[in-house]
């Protein structure tokens, strides 16, 4: 059984090996290895990473059973919409997926931000379990954009967002 807890700094070689793993699972067959790996060094490294940790308004989360770290999840409030919350990365392990870590790890996001109306998030329009995923959680198409993430990615990722309910 995993558990959702707090991420702290030892967590993160860990959740740095989780998203390469599960980054080639998903994207090497839509982005190839290459930008995969390009990727995942510029975005998913324990420098990245600490970023995220140690950001202001913001919650980092891992699901441990005490032997493994099998998902991840990091969100934070929008410095541009009030009453936003920007889902930023939400992953499980491929060999622990379609157990319900995902589930948990968004019900946890989902209770950190009292003052937000709404979660917003970008996924791959080619990664049609992720869309299913997060539609069966709530979230429904609101647009599109050509760079996911930051600058200037050349991603192209759908825009999803969810109202909260309190």
């Known amino acids: 059984m995993f558990f959702i807890r707090s991420a702290s700094s030892r967590d ?6 989780l998203l390469r793993t ?11 290895v290459d930008k ?8 998913h490294s324990v420098k990245a990473l600490q970023a995220r940790l140690d950001a202001k308004g913001s919650e980092f989360l891992v699901a441990d059973n005490g032997k493994a770290i099998g998902g991840m999840g990091y969100a934070g409030m929008s410095k541009e919409k009030p009453k936003t919350a920007l889902l930023h990365q939400l992953y ?6 379609r157990q319900g870590i ?11 931000f009292p003052d937000a109306e709404t979660m917003v ?3 791959e329009p ?7 995923f997060y539609q069966g959680l709530g979230f429904n198409e609101i647009g599109r954009t050509e760079n996911c993430g930051d600058g200037q990615s050349g991603i ?4 999803l967002e969810k109202t909260l309910d309190f």
């Open 102 to 112: 995902g589930k948990d790890i968004f019900a946890e996001l989902e209770t950190c």
């Open 126 to 132: 080619g990664n049609v379990a992720a869309i299913r």
């Open 36 to 43: 995969v790996e390009q990727l995942t060094r510029a975005w």
């Open 121 to 123: 998030l970008q996924v």
């Open 92 to 97: 499980v392990r491929p060999d622990f997926q």
């Open 156 to 159: 192209p990722a759908l825009v």
């Open 12 to 17: 993160l070689q860990t959740v740095s090996e």
């Open 22 to 32: 599960t980054w080639h699972a998903t994207y090497d067959s839509l982005y190839g």
